[in-house]
């Protein structure tokens, strides 16, 4: 298995990681968003490069990333009933929540133990892709450490989601992210099959461990290819979403735009693909072009609408470039 090792990580490279993937995650969110809009057309970015128009709102997928990220800004690590609360508190269902997700929120926020709302929604619990979409912060958090971003990924998802694809899901995104920070925090750059590599030993038995057993073998394929095999999202489900955004992450870590771009080709559930991939994206190349990174646009950070007032200011203001040095 692929290990990056990470000697002498300080807490401002871990908060610079996450603050980095919430912006691509929040971004690709965003952007992804727009092509829901009847005006708007897809083939606009795909082609000529124009950008829609106005501020880009952000939905539920980064409304819950941010809490995540909060969470572990301020306390280190994952607290089950602290973090199932935040997300019941800051749940706005205009937001675009599922319906199944605004119920278990909504309980949570009545009172009800999030360990009883998650299955009271889904009896045999939810494998929709909302543990995985919030979740590439977390890993971003903590670089190189893909057993521990294992731990606190399970531990984000539970809350909402006790199905196993549902953190299948979430685990695979978390190890990915985990991987390519930790990357970007060496100075190295990870091969498309090394990143799979990375998750594999982390893949729980299921449909999403078999889609991304298939992503290795189309590593060279068309989006259209990948998307027709794996998914697009169009299910709202962990295994129709993640092996997706674990091939476009893969084969297109550093050029964050072309990873967006390739999830608007796609389809689907575009703005939760476009943020799961942006997270994963962001953690490595940080904002702007350099050194061969074509990280997250200014222009595109400039239009997505601001991140809610409660989230912590140092994960407002991402860094041009991750790739800081350990030593």
């Not at 550093?254 to 389809?267: L, V």
Request: proline share 6%.
């Amino acid at each position: 298995m692929p290990r990056t090792v990470v000697r002498n990580l300080h807490a401002e490279q871990r908060v610079a990681l996450c603050a980095n993937s919430l912006a691509g995650l929040s971004v690709g969110d965003a952007l992804g968003a727009q092509y829901f809009v009847p005006t708007n057309d897809p083939a606009s970015l795909l082609g000529d490069g124009v950008l829609p128009g106005g501020e880009w709102p952000w939905t539920d997928d980064t409304d819950m990333a941010c809490s995540v990220a909060t969470e572990l800004i301020e306390n280190g690590e994952v607290d089950q009933d602290r973090i199932a609360h935040a997300f019941a508190e800051r749940c706005d269902p205009y937001r675009g929540y599922g319906g199944g997700a605004v119920q278990v929120l909504h309980q949570i926020r009545d009172g009800i133990p999030w360990q009883k709302a998650a299955v009271a929604a889904f009896p045999t619990g939810s494998f929709g892709n909302g543990a995985a979409m919030r979740v590439a912060p977390l890993g971003a958090y903590f670089a190189g450490d893909l057993d521990r971003a294992v731990e606190q990924a399970i531990r984000a998802s539970e809350v909402t989601h006790a199905h196993p694809e549902g953190i299948a899901g979430a685990v695979v995104v978390a190890v990915a992210t985990a991987f390519v920070a930790g990357a970007s925090i060496a100075h190295t750059s990870p091969e498309p099959e090394e990143i799979l590599d990375s998750v594999e030993p982390y893949l729980l038995p299921g449909a999403t461990a078999q889609g991304v057993t298939i992503a290795r073998d189309l590593l060279d394929a068309s989006v259209g290819e990948a998307s027709w095999r794996l998914g697009n999202g169009s299910c709202v489900s962990a295994q129709d979403t993640v092996p997706f955004c674990l091939w476009a992450g893969a084969t297109r870590l550093a050029a964050y735009p072309a990873a967006i771009k390739i999830c608007i080709e796609a389809g689907g559930d575009v703005d939760t693909t476009a943020a799961i991939v942006g997270g994963i994206v962001g953690a490595y190349t940080g904002m702007g072009a350099r050194d061969g990174i074509d990280g997250v646009p200014t222009a595109w950070l400039g239009r997505r609408e601001l991140l809610p007032g409660w989230v912590p200011q140092e994960l407002v203001s991402p860094t041009r470039t991750s790739r800081h040095s350990s030593r």
